[in-house]
């Protein structure tokens, strides 16, 4: 298909609809009805004919018929969706079935109803569809003030946090500099591989503190597929081993096979497990005999029996030795904001976003507790972070899970 929207298309206005129906009959009803509900309508025969009724005006809404000759609707609606993302499709049918609902939704249509229908059945679904479009604006105008504003305030915060987190790795390296400059050593003196040291290590802080304000910066589309979760754990894990080992930590896994597959972005969620294992080794530290605890669990549905697959994969890491304070627990995921002396305050906050951008969630559970799961009685010192990500039963059972 070559249709490409022209730059300057003109607006149809407010509350306009094509029609697109290879049934005469069927277009003059739905014409009938909406043109009685003051809507401005133009129909077409076809696909082909729409988009080319569509290159020269705008329309707020599409309503097609999946079975149509030459281009039938869920074509229509696949270059509808990428030439007028603006606009909203309906798709009816006269010979629907799950299957072919399921895969117009898939590709971006807002409704799905079946022929015939009532007028007040498909003004109903009409003013459904108008109202989601407006406050769907409402809410974009809303959003932009609100980001314009947050950026100012933002600027200001972001320019504090790099001069107090960049000051001191800066003037480390400056010293150390000038004191190499100014000192002659003997050649089997260490005193200047320890110096060198500093100023490797210091580097290393400030390429950590741009690295990860690239990634909380930056704008990434989600590449999602159908993934196992436990696998993206397992490479997010194997990635550490050998600071696990190397901190005497015993790793401890939970993750049971037949857990439903999540559609995700397996990169972006590999690095927020990552962020999560790398703050728990830092609360340990050197601290001996203690564990890092991973596990996965699907929690179904109760009540959707029908659909076994809906429910929720929850995601827990657990580390022992440290506590956060409750005055903290919130604040971990705020950017900017650690309590570790080369910390950039950001790993965190990077997974929450990480994982919301997936439709999940994040909980912070830290105190005093045993861990009866896995034989101990006794009270440790206890964080677990916890991720929930929803599973829609109805699509998981056809292999696809909507964010």
Aim: contains cysteine.
């Amino acid at each position: 298909m070559t249709n490409e929207k022209p730059a300057d298309s003109p607006s149809y206005g407010q509350n306009s609809v094509l029609i697109v129906d290879d049934e005469l009959h069927t277009r003059e009803i739905c014409c009938d009805f909406l043109e009685e509900g003051q809507f401005k309508v133009e129909s077409a025969s076809n696909g082909k004919e729409a988009l080319e009724i569509l290159s020269k005006k705008n329309f707020q809404i599409l309503l097609s018929d999946i079975q149509m000759p030459e281009m039938d609707g869920i074509d229509l609606l696949k270059e509808s969706r990428r030439l007028y993302p603006e606009m909203d499709v309906i798709l009816m049918t006269a010979y629907g079935g799950l299957p072919t609902a399921i895969e117009a939704i898939r590709f971006g249509a807002y409704d799905y109803i079946t022929k015939p229908f009532s007028r007040d059945f498909l003004m109903n679904r009409v003013h459904k569809c108008l109202e989601k479009s407006e406050l769907q604006k409402k809410l974009k105008e809303s959003q932009e003030k609100l980001i314009e504003q947050e950026k100012l305030a933002a600027l200001g915060g972001v320019a504090s946090w790099l001069s107090h987190r960049m000051r001191n790795s800066l003037s480390v390296i400056s010293m150390c500099a000038h004191y190499l400059k100014g000192k002659k050593y003997d050649s089997n003196s260490a005193e200047p591989d320890e110096v060198i040291g500093a100023i490797i290590n210091k580097t290393k802080v400030l390429e950590k503190i741009t690295s990860d304000l690239i990634t909380y910066s930056r704008s990434y589309v989600l590449q999602k597929n159908m993934e196992d979760i436990n696998q993206i754990l397992e490479e997010a894990v194997q990635s550490l081993l050998v600071q696990i080992q190397i901190q005497k930590v015993e790793l401890i896994k939970k993750l049971p096979e037949g857990i439903p597959s999540l559609a995700c972005d397996p990169h972006t969620l590999h690095e927020a497990f990552e962020n999560i294992l790398v703050n728990a080794l830092h609360a340990i530290g050197s601290q001996e005999k203690e564990i890092l605890f991973i596990k996965s669990e699907f929690v179904p549905e109760i009540s959707n029996e029908e659909f076994p697959k809906k429910g929720k994969i929850i995601v827990s890491i657990t580390n022992s030795g440290s506590i956060i304070p409750p005055e903290n627990r919130e604040k971990i995921f705020m950017p900017f904001f650690t309590t570790k002396e080369n910390g950039s305050g950001l790993g965190l906050a990077i997974t929450r976003r990480i994982v919301e951008q997936h439709g999940g969630e994040v909980f912070v559970e830290s105190g005093e507790r045993s861990l009866p799961e896995l034989g101990i009685k006794e009270l440790k010192k206890i964080t677990t972070i916890s991720m929930n990500f929803a599973i829609t039963g109805l699509l998981a059972e056809c292999g696809v899970n909507l964010p």
